[in-house]
C-alpha cells in the first residue's frame, strides 16, 4: 500500500471549495470505519467514525459515507481551510476477525490560499 | 498535543542492533496500540495491549516484542535490526480494550528510527 512517504494521490482545491476524499477498503466483514488525518512531522489524528449498520455519519464540517455493497468509504470536508491540508487515510476494523487493523492508502490534499 | 508521549523522538542504530522505544499513554487510558509506517507500507497495526495483558495482534515480526508495565506505559522491543526495520513508529492510546469500540486512538509523536 501507499505511505505519506510515497507517490500518494494527491488532491487540491481552492480555499473555501468542499473535498471529497474516497477509500477503498478491502475486508467485507470489517464493522468499523475511521478517518484520520496526518499532517507532517505529526502523528495520525482521528477525524470521524462510523459504524457498518450506517451509511452516513456528520461532524463538525466533515462527513462520512459508507457504501458496504462496493466497500467504499469517503470523506467529505465542507468549506475547506489551509489548516486543512494534510495527508488523509482511512482504517477498517473487523471486530469478527479479532480487532483486525486494515489502513488505506492516503491521499494528499492540499488546500490553496 | 495528544497526550500520549513518546520516547526517544530519534534513533539511530546499526543492523542487528537491539532497541527499545517507549511510551506513555494519556492519563486514565488503559489500551496501548502500536504501529509502524514505513514508506513501502503505509501504517501498519503491530500489536495492542490494555491493562497489561495483551489484546490484539496485527503484523507484528518475531524479533519484535512488547508489554504494558503496571503504570500503563509501554515498550516495544525491536531486535536482530534490519536495514527495512527503519520507520515511525507511533504508539496510540485509547479508553476502551476494544479497537471496534467506539472509542478514539490519541496518537503519540512517533519515534523515528533508522537503521545503518
Known amino acids: 500500500g501507499e505511505s505519506v512517504g510515497l507517490h500518494l494521490p494527491t488532491l487540491s482545491v481552492q480555499e473555501g471549495d468542499n473535498s471529497i476524499i474516497n477509500c477503498a477498503y478491502s475486508n467485507s466483514a470489517s464493522d468499523y470505519f475511521i478517518w484520520y488525518k496526518q499532517e507532517s512531522g505529526k502523528g495520525p489524528q482521528f477525524i470521524i467514525d462510523i459504524r457498518s449498520n450506517m451509511d452516513k455519519r456528520q461532524g463538525q464540517r466533515v462527513t462520512v459515507l459508507l457504501n458496504k455493497t462496493v466497500k467504499h468509504l469517503s470523506l467529505q470536508i465542507a468549506a475547506t481551510q489551509p489548516g486543512d491540508s494534510a495527508v488523509y487515510f482511512c482504517a477498517e476494523i473487523s471486530a469478527y476477525n479479532n480487532n483486525d487493523m486494515r489502513f488505506g492508502a492516503g491521499t494528499r490534499l492540499t488546500v490553496k490560499p | 498535543d495528544s497526550g500520549v508521549t513518546q520516547t526517544p523522538k530519534h534513533l539511530i542504530t546499526a543492523t542487528g542492533q537491539r532497541v527499545t522505544l517507549r511510551c506513555s499513554p494519556r492519563?486514565?487510558?488503559?489500551?496501548v496500540y502500536w504501529y509502524q509506517q514505513s514508506l513501502d507500507q503505509g501504517l501498519q497495526f503491530l500489536i495492542q495491549?490494555?491493562?497489561?495483558?495483551?489484546?490484539a495482534k496485527g503484523n507484528i515480526l518475531e524479533r519484535f516484542s512488547a508489554q504494558q508495565f503496571p503504570d500503563l506505559h509501554s515498550e516495544l522491543n525491536l531486535s536482530s535490526l534490519e536495514l527495512g526495520d527503519s520507520a515511525l513508529y507511533f504508539c496510540?492510546?485509547?479508553?476502551?480494550?476494544?479497537?471496534?469500540?467506539?472509542?478514539?486512538?490519541?496518537f503519540g509523536p512517533g519515534t523515528r528510527l533508522t537503521v545503518l
Open positions: 496510540a492510546s485509547s479508553v476502551a480494550a476494544s479497537a471496534s469500540s467506539y472509542n478514539e486512538q490519541f
Open positions: 492519563s486514565g487510558d488503559l489500551s
Open positions: 495491549y490494555y491493562n497489561g495483558e495483551e489484546r
